[in-house]
């Protein structure tokens, strides 16, 4: 076993200031969310995030690769994501929602939205 292969715990909430994640002005379609992301472990390969997020009210354009999957646990706050057809499905806090890889759409945070998340960029995928 290397000395990175071990359960690693990921604090519940985190009161520091957290680094700025900024939507770009050309995927940004209403409101001024402002997020910040707390990366909280990163695998040895570079492909596995986990951590947290937050921001304000606000909708945006998100495109995820289609190697790049999503999992989050809403901790506080009100989503809506809405998938290119048009097809809304709403969260709340309490949730836990995967966004699949290829996914492209909207993502409208209806209140302040606080996250856990963990995200798997496979960077050569299986065939």
């Known amino acids: ?5 071990r359960p690693t715990t990921v604090p519940l909430l985190r009161h520091d200031p957290g680094d700025a994640a900024p939507v770009s002005s050309n995927r940004l379609l209403e409101g001024d969310p402002a997020p910040l992301a707390w990366n909280l472990y990163t695998d040895r390969t570079g492909q596995f995030f986990a951590g947290q997020w937050q921001a304000g009210p606000g909708r945006w354009r998100v495109v995820y690769a289609p190697h790049e999957e999503g999992f989050c646990v809403l901790l506080e706050g009100e989503v809506r994501l809405t998938d290119a057809t048009g097809s809304s499905r709403h969260f709340r806090a309490g949730d836990a929602l995967v966004v699949p890889g290829g ?16 995200v798997m960029n496979v960077k050569e995928p299986r065939s």
């Open 1 to 5: 076993m290397t000395a990175d292969a």
């Open 103 to 118: 996914f492209e759409g909207e993502w409208c945070n209806l209140a302040p939205v606080r996250k856990h998340d963990a």
